[in-house]
């Protein structure tokens, strides 16, 4: 049985742990926005809650946006970030309990598109890996598809274990009913075409994007397409990822 960070219990995580980003990027499988709920029981030691929207020259604490810090009674600190303004529910001091809500997701602070950005902190406050509170122990880990290793036989992992899939992200980006290009396919480009192309994709995920025009989107494939346009060592960092997504909007992103 899985735990779960959203009330639609549709996790998808669209930016993995690891040494650049260390923490977890999540969203819901169907970009709606969501509830965000508290993973354990503990006492509320920050809240945040007057960020008004996305700030991407923002330092230090500020990055986070609206967020809330919650001191676990397993001694390990939870940190929910880039919730929407106004949107947090429980207050500084408040002893809470494990599946209370803690606010909206949202966009707020250094965030490129809607989603939550989950930090887990140990003792000595060093981040540890948010993937082992969305698995209950001893759980078996072949079910569990979303450590880097998985990954790649198994990207873009849905946490409840449903066949879906987004990176960053994170807005509510479903295609627009009334944008054309929106809704194009691989098959409605030339056949002798090398290049992808989505000019009118306004949001920040790459994996957005991708699916918007029919194109595979998922971690081994947006892997393979980094190797083919130059971008090196790629592990889905923020970083890499903006590139791949401004290649797809100038036309320049070489199909793999």
Known sequence: MMQHVLTSMNEVISNQYDSSHKALDIVSSDRKETDIVSLEDGTVETVVNNTLGPNHNSKGNAT???YVKVKQ?????ALYAHLKYNSIK???GQYITKGTVIGTMGETGNAYGRHLHLEIRNENNVRENPIVYLQTPGQNESAVQTTEKKEESAPQTNL???NT???VSENSNTPSSNTSNNNQTINDY???TFYLHNPTYKHGSIVDAL??????SSYSYRKSLAQ???ITNYHGSYSQNVKLLNLLKQGKLIKA
Request: hydrophobic share 15%.
């Open 228 to 230: 083919k346009n130059g």
């Open 73 to 77: 009674t397993n001694g390990k600190t």
């Open 160 to 162: 409840s274990l449903e």
């Open 211 to 216: 699916k918007q025009i029919g194109i595979n």
């Open 90 to 92: 429980v207050n500084k």
């Open 165 to 167: 899939e987004n990176n």
């Open 64 to 66: 986070y946006g609206n």
């Open 190 to 192: 030339p056949t002798n």
